[in-house]
């Protein structure tokens, strides 16, 4: 059976091309365009999608890496008619402007929002042990790897922080 | 039918207020917001087009000269390559905003380091890229360019200049007097969006799916440069991921992506790398400013310096409008102003957000903090008592201005503190704590702009325009006017945007697009109201149309009796662009934490009180002001553009080098709306939004930092070691 690649549930053919990455993979390939191109260099977060439960820069890792993973991208996150919680909280809280890091922002937070379910510290934490605190540092720390150049951060932070609450009260 | 209107009086009738839908203004959320938050918004190079090939550039690797020679062969027998362009009419720089013709056309001649000189075609990305690497290229360079601005000789700007009374005097005679000189670095816009394009042709009928924010200047770029007719183009920019100016001209891809789809006779795609969006588009040109201020014992200004020296390639009449508000901003009838601009061989400066302002304000806020404290006045009582009455260099008067109440109000939401103020008053730990404010000013833009409205007989509404949204809100406030306007719920507005088949209107850019294009939907309105008026027997003036009714109680449905109405409204600025001077004005408040040990930064608040006219959406425009503030934390901490002596290329070309505010820089920003209605600026009272954020901030962090720390500091980007430097003991 030949390599596949799971995508929101769908499973494609790995790319022939070993140079294809993930990102070229999902945008080129298979016609998910919702996953954005912002620098190819892992340095802007555009990429962000989430594999096998883990968030990523697609655009650092090859397609051919991929063999039987699952990916979820932005489509896999909602749709318009039924967006996830925190596509709603980023539409009323106005999250974005140009709206191309927004996908990125939004599997980021996705999955960070998990990791804090978790427990697992970042720089911001108080402790390397223990329940984090939800609190907006932890959130600015832990999407600092997503760039907004529109600069939409506090509003995008304001979204996020709702979800998280609404999750833990 | 168009409806013509030249505004050559003020309107003050406010009739906006009037109308009874009550959805102007309001902080609706942004009706594509959906589409992009769910991945659905199609940009530029995402549009699936069959058959569609893959374009890279290959940009050069000398400062000046020649390319001697391309070697096709080199790459064509690589897998999958189809072509090499390297056609004449190939772009080598982009156009400068409202340029309205081809930019520098020609790839042989080289005038700056990661210049466009040829695009390989192949059959895929990987290819592409591949072969483009592989491209073996001879050139003749010819040594000693000048890449160093205060190397060579400048031009002066001859119509910035101003000679007014003898500044020289006020300054000898002043109770108190600054001379500093400010430096800043060049910018980079960034926009997340890197430039792309993809070009297709059916027989001499060429449409390009671009990154653009200007189409109705782009497309004659476009034209220009392929020799051909404007008929036979048509742009499409429906989403834009961002512009910040650098997409106010055509760019390199574009041409490059028309050429070699007409050469190949197939569509191509081009998407430009991020270190080539960083090296071939925009620079904003780093700064060296001379501010002089004289002021008599009461703190009023007697006089007034600002000399700034910018830098350019040859051939580009773009020179960063440093000294913009300083004209207008305070009083001082001794002035004296000059912008010289050096000309270099580093890549082309252009437009980044609020060109001018941008950099010109943070110096000249930053020498305002250092006469306040020479006058023992609090820096902002020293700004209220230098506001104008009227423009102290044209004699005209101001079209509205509320930079007092942007202080006042600022001041107060804020908490500013107006007692003595002496830095290195409180420490907590290693961190010194400090606050600091600036002025805001950004020149108010508004342009000629056509859109079509038309009402449908179902009741709901089309708008149709060649307009950008560049993350602007544009595609929100126009379903708001139209609402407002005709009594619909902006659910009942569709809104199209971003294609040359529309109606021109004059893209983003310079603020300039909210104004302009809303009054043309209103001229639009207007006179859609007028037939129902006439319907209904009552006068467009007494018309009240909500939910879709009028007033006396029919249906619009009922009064369209199955006809669309359809009226293009035609918008054009007449004698109040001369008769006022105009601007927006605000006030920016910040706290910062400095590290005494690592002269590390962090901004822990920040507010801006802002007067831009009428707002049209109060979430969106936070939105824009929110936006401006981020990028005064990039201006006043981080953001440099770094050139290499030798060949003066862009050293740092991409985002892991070229540090933009991330998440964790940028705190919780107060945004405080200022009313005011401008007649002047708009018949929708108006003004731009999307730069005033950002002009001025950066001081009010530089001002903080002082007041935090007592390290005063004359060149942005106030990173670390500067601050180190300058701190005392």
Redesign the interface.
Known sequence: MADTITVNGTAHPVPEDPRVSLLDFLRHHIGLTGTKKGCDHGQCGACTVIVNGIRINSCLTLAAMHDGDSVTTIEGIGTPDDPSALQRAFLEHDGFQCGYCTPGQICSATAMLEELAADWPSDASESLEGRIAISGEEIRERMSGNLCRCGAYANIVAAIEEVAAGGRS | MTVHFKQDEPDNSNRLDRMKQGVLGKPL??I????????????A??Y?IENCTEGVLVTATITRGEVTSIDHESVLTMPGVIAVVDNEKLCTRAAQGTANEAPMQGPKQVCYWGQPIALVVAE???QAR?AAKHLKVDYREEEGAPIDPGAVEPEEQEDETVHQGDLAHAMADAAHSVDVTYTTRGHA??????HAAIAQWDGDKLTVYAALQMLNYNITELADALDMEEENIRLISR??????GSKLGISEEVVAAALAAKQIGRPVRV?Q??QQVFQTVMRRSETTQRLRLAADENGKLTGFGHEALVSNLPGEDFAEPVLQSSHFLYDGENRELMLKVARIHRMTAGSVRAPGEAVGMPALEGAMDVLAEKAGLDPVELRLRNIPEKDPEEDLPFSSHKLAECLKQGAEAFGWDKGPRKPRQRREGEWWIGTGMASAARVHNIAEAKARVTLKADGTALVETDMTD????TYTILAQIVGEMLGLDPERVLVELGDTRHPRGPGSGGSWGAASIGSAVYVACKAIREELAAKTGTSEEELELREGEAGTGEALTDLLEGEDLAREGHYEPGDIEDDYTASGFGAFFAEVRVNHYTGETRVDRMLGAFGFGRVLNA??A???C??????SIGVALTEALEFDPRDGHLVNC???EYH?????D????EVVLVEERDGAASPIQAKGIGELGMCGGAAAIANAIYNACGARIYDYPMTPDRVLEAMPE
Request: a negative charge.
């Open positions: 959320p942004r594509e917001g959906l589409a992009k938050v769910t991945g659905t918004a199609p940009y190079a995402e699936p895929t990305f990987e591949d816009s960034a926009a997340m969006e890197p989403f834009v991921g961002g512009g910040f998407v790398s991020r560049i993350g602007t809100g979430k969106t936070r939105s824009q929110i936006g401006g503030i981020t990028w991409d985002l892991a933009v505010p991330v998440h964790r940028v705190p919780d920003l």
